[in-house]
């Protein structure tokens, strides 16, 4: 029972190359979600996808795009990347509602 | 937005002690969460309270809900090496519909043996 896989795990990028984040869930839940992580900062909600076929900007979407492919996978991309999107990133899902998220264990990325 | 602001942003104490942080908010919070996460994982609940005034306990791990629904306090009993991680508090945000989580700072912990 993997739960929410994330890849890559670690990832270095030049600035203004692109790259896709993975996300998939096992556990048919309807809701996924990307937040990111900074130090002092909390986690922060980039993107969620309520339901398959919808997805809506969270607290800092600047810079970056999703997809809800299905209801398994919810895919997080940065078409330039800048140092300000160095972080780590977290795919976190729920059946629905704001209880019982499941995250993933974190895409470590850094932007040089 | 609404934010939540937590304190202490870090503790250093002894295994055995006890230990209290709290997370504050400007807003009225109906649910409040309180997460941890390891290093290098994502984080996990530890404790959901729903109700303002509630108290709950998931083994040596109780937390409170504020009367005022502004505040949440965690407090962790007879501290062990395994408690070292960074501790959240969070809430919904924009209605419990889509699920949106508002995290707090977060207080990093760090226990010697």
């Known amino acids: 029972n993997a739960g929410v896989t994330q890849t890559p795990k670690f990832q270095v990028l030049k600035t203004g190359q692109s790259m896709t984040l993975q996300c998939a869930q096992d556990m048919n839940h309807n809701s996924m979600y990307w937040y990111r992580q900074d130090p002092g900062m909390g986690l922060r909600l980039i993107y969620y996808s309520a339901s398959e076929g919808t997805t809506d900007k969270g607290e800092v979407p600047n810079g970056y795009n999703v997809s809800r492919l299905n209801k398994r996978e919810f895919s997080l991309r940065l078409e330039s990347a800048a140092p300000s999107q160095t972080s780590v990133y977290f795919c976190a899902s729920t059946v629905g509602g704001p209880y019982g998220y499941t995250f993933g264990s974190g895409t470590r990325l850094t932007v040089v | 937005g609404q934010q939540l602001n937590q304190s202490p942003q870090s503790m250093f104490i002894q295994e055995g002690e006890d230990v209290s942080m709290n997370c504050t908010s400007s807003s009225i919070f109906n649910t409040w969460l309180w997460y941890k996460q390891d290093p290098g994982e994502g984080p996990v609940l530890l404790i959901a309270l729903y109700k303002a005034g509630e108290l709950t306990s998931n083994g040596r791990l109780t937390a409170q809900f504020g009367i005022t629904r502004k505040d949440s306090f965690l407090n962790i009993s007879a501290s062990i090496p395994s408690d070292v991680g960074i501790y959240f508090c969070?809430?919904?945000?924009?209605?419990?519909?889509?699920?949106?989580?508002?995290f707090g700072q977060g207080t990093i912990l760090t226990v010697h043996p």
């Open positions: 969070a809430g919904p945000t924009g209605g419990t519909s889509y699920g949106k989580l508002t």
